[in-house]
Nanobody
């Protein structure tokens, strides 16, 4: 069973940057398409970026051009580089498989964009 641990969140001003990391355990990580999701207070969890096992990426319109997803299979880690952060990017960010069935969700990492 793959376990996921997200890190790298924090408090940042609008226009700032953060890099999130998701460390996975388990031997099948490299074969999995992965995604970064976020959940803002009172809202549904949404997919913001995904990456296939081969490195092809896709982004939600709201983050396109600002966020970059990448992966290092040797380190079993997925990254989310977030630039030009906006107030509306404030949320708890999670990583998981791109599609169901999902793995057990990690604790997430809080990103707060505030002046």
């Amino acid at each position: 069973q793959v376990q996921l641990v997200e890190s790298g969140g924090g408090l940042v001003q609008p226009g700032g940057s953060l890099r999130l990391s998701c460390a996975a355990s388990g031997s099948i990580f490299s074969a999995l398409a992965m995604g970064w999701y976020r959940q803002a207070p009172g809202k549904e969890r949404e997919l913001v970026a995904s990456i296939t096992s081969g490195g092809s990426t896709n982004y939600a319109d709201s983050v396109k051009g600002r966020f970059t997803i990448s992966r290092e299979n040797a380190k079993k880690t997925v990254y989310l580089q977030m630039n030009s952060l906006k107030f509306e990017d404030t949320a708890v960010y999670y990583c998981n498989k791109h599609r169901v069935p999902f793995l057990d969700w990690g604790q997430g990492t809080q990103v707060t964009v505030s002046s």
